[in-house]
Nanobody, 122 residues
Framework: QLQASGGGDMQAGGSLRLSCAAS????????MGWFRQAPGEERDFVAA????????EYAGSVKGRFTISRDNTKNIMYLQMNSLKPEDTAVYYC?????????????????WGQGTLVTVSS
């Protein structure tokens, strides 16, 4: 139901845009988010956006470099990643929750997509 794409290899300082297509989900008041898991690390919150009003929340480590957005007409969420750093290397997962709750980083998301690997070399 959630399909993430757009990962790849990039040198430090470069940009990538991840996409997450939601199919079979018709929520209008929920939240979609991005998480990432680096090798040997726990999965961490990256960013999230409310579907109806576009409220956003970012992890401190990506604020100012990453931008989350959504296209309600296409049911797609994006993560524009600029000024990439080697420490951004991880598998990125998208997630969705049908109920709007705050803060977004504390939500127990009901739906998860498969991951897409982002590798940033120095």
């Amino acid at each position: 139901q959630l399909q993430a794409s757009g990962g790849g290899d990039m040198q430090a300082g470069g940009s990538l845009r991840l996409s997450c297509a939601a199919s079979g989900l018709t929520f209008r008041t929920g939240v979609m988010g991005w998480f990432r898991q680096a090798p040997g690390e726990e999965r961490d919150f990256v960013a999230a956006i409310s579907w109806r009003d576009g409220f956003t929340e970012y992890a401190g480590s990506v604020k100012g470099r990453f931008t989350i957005s959504r296209d309600n007409t296409k049911n797609i969420m994006y993560l524009q990643m600029n000024s990439l750093k080697p420490e951004d290397t991880a598998v990125y997962y998208c997630a969705a929750e049908e109920t709007l709750r705050f803060p977004f980083r504390m939500i127990e998301y009901d739906y998860w997509g498969q991951g897409t690997l982002v590798t940033v070399s120095s």
